[in-house]
């Protein structure tokens, strides 16, 4: 007689009578334990909840996303409400001069140096120098050079770096500049954040002054926020700062991130109220470009 495997068993029409005789009662019982381990199984599968949701934050890219971490984690990005120049109250605020400890100063030149290696890559920027307004600028660009470096020796290996003097020097070397020379080069600005767009304007002044050509530009966060309109209705569609140094000087302005991306990318990091507080910041105040 041909046996029936015991996993088709369960689903078998009823043993005729001639064959019954051939279930001893431990077989009866391992079957019944079996169709019993079975259905278990099936429950369990059935009523198996749901993976949960992805988190945001694992959308950006990995730079992104870690260097979103660390801001957070180093209280560089806060929630609350903070006054601007501008006289908004704002419910978040950037401020890189925070990335003053090693492992944040490491995850700031990382993504400074991965987010200008993927213009590089993609045509966006090609530059020689990196330059680094003062204050703030300075750290920024001596970390972001040797970040280059590492990540992308074959492109950065020699790159500099240079920096301003806000007060002239009238001794030793003198001059307005710190480091390599910008006559005749192509100079990539680094800095954490467009406001107004005053400081900007004045480093590409300087940098013009020395003979350089400016690349482009390269922040930590674009608030894709709409400047004060003049009459003071912040109702009326305005362009942001970064929009309009686009527009004036006619170079690629870079952001590691952008107000979406934080928004994206927050969530479950900080409390639901802060997200909304900041969507409904950034539905007032977005910017028209």
Same mark, same amino acid.
């Given at each position: 007689m041909r046996s029936t495997p015991l996993a088709h068993l369960s689903s078998c029409p009823p043993t005729p009578r001639a064959f019954r005789g051939i279930f001893t009662r431990s077989s009866r019982e391992r079957l019944f334990t079996f169709t019993l381990t079975n259905r278990e199984v099936t429950s369990t599968k059935a009523n198996?909840? /749901?993976?949960?949701?992805?988190?945001?934050?694992?959308?950006?890219?990995?730079?992104? $996303?870690?260097?979103?971490?660390? %801001? +957070?984690?180093?209280?560089?990005?806060?929630?609350?409400?903070?006054?601007?120049?501008?006289?908004? *109250?704002?419910?978040?605020?950037?401020?890189?001069?925070?990335?003053?400890? %090693?492992?944040?100063?490491?995850?700031?030149?990382?993504?400074? $140096?991965?987010? +200008? +290696?993927?213009?590089?890559?993609?045509? *966006?920027? /090609?530059?020689?120098? *990196?330059?680094?307004?003062?204050?703030?600028?300075?750290?920024?660009?001596?970390?972001?050079?040797?970040?280059?470096?590492?990540?992308?020796? %074959? /492109?950065?290996?020699?790159i500099c770096y240079s920096f301003d003097r806000k007060e002239a020097k009238d001794h030793g070397e003198g001059g307005n500049i710190v480091g390599a020379p910008l006559k005749g080069k192509r100079v990539l600005v680094v800095d954490d954040v467009v406001s107004a767009g005053t400081a900007k304007r004045e480093a590409i002044d300087k940098i013009r002054k020395e003979g350089g050509e400016v690349a482009g530009i390269v922040v930590a966060l674009d608030r894709q926020e709409k400047l004060p309109s003049p009459d003071g209705d912040d109702s009326k569609p305005m362009p942001s700062a970064i929009g309009e140094l686009k527009k004036e000087y006619g170079i690629p302005i870079i952001a590691i991130l952008t107000l979406d991306d934080i928004l994206n990318g927050v969530k479950g990091l900080v409390s639901e109220e802060d997200v909304k507080r900041t969507e409904a910041y950034r539905a007032k105040y977005k910017a028209s470009d």
């Open positions: 198996k909840p /749901n993976p949960p949701e992805m988190s945001t934050s694992e959308h950006l890219p990995p730079y992104k $996303a870690d260097f979103l971490k660390a %801001a +957070i984690d180093g209280k560089i990005l806060k929630f609350g409400s903070f006054e601007l120049k501008s006289k908004r *109250v704002s419910p978040y605020f950037f401020n890189a001069g925070d990335f003053y400890r %090693a492992d944040l100063l490491r995850a700031l030149s990382t993504a400074y $140096a991965s987010t +200008i +290696i993927e213009a590089h890559n993609n045509g *966006v920027l /090609n530059f020689d120098i *990196v330059f680094g307004p003062a204050y703030k600028g300075i750290p920024l660009a001596t970390a972001t050079t040797d970040k280059l470096a590492q990540l992308d020796p %074959a /492109n950065f290996s020699k």
